[in-house]
């Protein structure tokens, strides 16, 4: 299959590397024939986010601070005056303070609670909200979201809250934004080796715990997850809202660790 996505437009947000979920997910959805524009945050992460663009048939980058509503007014303005609409968003884009990523959830500052809900959640209803008066036939809006949410994990403390709140955010949305035909989910990858997850205490041994324990004995691959995205995007998914798509080799449905690892 090369098509699932032809004709169909998008923005990708958080793209920061090539092992980053976001460029996984903007993989596939390209190779099923989507046009993407792509989202970074500074020249550092600009140049670095260029070449994958190229790579994938894209010349079209905005410089976005999600906690700046001109930047974000002014990347969705670009967005409509080269397309007029948009098909479809990927939203993948997370931030806590790394210090507090480590030791007890209790200890977490005003200030990084603040910042991190803001970021980690309140950037997803921002900008669907702005993204939505740019799908006047439909669209689909994804984000991204961890287990930490609702069972608690090692060192992922504040995030975990703002994944709670994030996952919240998307059964209101996609009840908000149903009746225009805009569906709204989050995929939920295990642990992945990426830039924000290596930013968590104990991230090598949460990784090879999962990996060890899973029903299939392996954590998520960036191809999955992509694959996962392009059936949210596409128009298979096109009764599939409020759901949070969990992409984990199944390890959230265990209760304790394999016999063999006890």
Not at 57 to 69: A, E, I, N, R, T
Not at 119 to 124: G, R, T
Not at 171 to 178: C, E, F, Q, S
């Amino acid at each position: 299959m090369a098509d699932l996505m032809t004709g169909k437009r998008g923005l990708v947000m958080g793209v920061a590397n090539d092992r980053s979920i976001a460029w996984g997910i903007a993989s596939a959805l390209a190779a099923e024939g989507a046009e993407l524009a792509f989202s970074y945050q500074g020249e550092a992460f600009g140049k670095r986010v260029e070449p994958l663009a190229a790579s994938v048939g894209s010349d079209f980058l905005v410089d976005v601070d999600v906690m700046d509503d001109a930047s974000l007014d002014a990347a969705f303005a670009a967005l409509k005056d080269r397309w007029g609409s948009i098909d479809f968003l990927v939203h993948a884009i997370a931030y806590s303070d790394k210090n507090e990523l480590t030791g007890r959830f209790i200890n977490t500052s005003r200030e990084n609670f603040r910042n991190s809900l803001t970021i980690s959640c309140y950037s997803f209803i921002d900008v669907a909200r702005r993204a939505s008066e740019l799908m006047p036939d439909g669209g689909s809006l994804i984000t991204l979201t961890y287990q930490g949410s609702n069972r608690v994990t090692p060192f992922y403390n504040v995030m975990g809250v703002a994944k709670a709140a994030l996952e919240s955010s998307v059964r209101y949305l996609a009840n908000d934004l149903g009746p225009q035909q805009i569906r709204v989910n989050a995929i939920s990858p295990g642990p992945m080796k990426t830039l924000a997850g290596a930013a968590i205490g104990g991230a090598r041994k949460t990784f090879k715990t999962t990996e060890a324990n899973a029903p299939l004995r392996a954590n998520a691959t960036l191809e999955a997850i992509g694959g996962t995205a392009v059936y949210l995007a596409s128009d298979y998914g096109a009764c599939t809202t409020g759901e949070i798509v969990t992409v984990d080799g199944g390890y959230h449905v265990l209760g304790m660790m394999q016999p063999e690892n006890m």
